[in-house]
């Protein structure tokens, strides 16, 4: 991955990069955390209104609240894995580094 650069700043230049990329990743998918989070709460606000106005079931409340608990853990689950997905590239991308300074060994 950084074996194209002679310098040891342009080296580093590319990591700095390579790092801030992966970072803005994890916080986007933090953002999408948070954005998910409140679009089930909105959600379930909005089916209690109708619920009320509706006169919906005891038991319409439970599967909503089920369907909502199921849609929310799999969001979660799945941002959980593409973190660690990022994370793993973050470790690899500092294991990259690491190796083509230690094969530089200081030629700038």
């Known amino acids: 991955m950084f074996s194209g650069y002679k310098k040891i700043s342009d080296l580093e230049t590319a990591y700095d990069e390579e790092r801030r990329k992966l970072n803005d990743k994890l916080e986007q998918l933090q953002e999408i955390k948070h954005q998910i989070k409140l679009d089930c709460e909105y959600s379930y606000d909005c089916f209690l209104y109708l619920k009320n106005k509706m ?41 990259e580094y690491l190796k083509e300074i230690e094969k530089m060994g200081g030629r700038e």
């Open 55 to 95: 006169d919906y079931s005891q038991e319409s409340n439970v599967k909503m609240t089920h369907i909502i608990n199921e849609f929310n853990d799999e969001m979660t689950q799945r941002i959980k894995n593409e973190e660690l997905k990022i994370e793993r590239s973050k470790d690899e991308l500092k294991r």
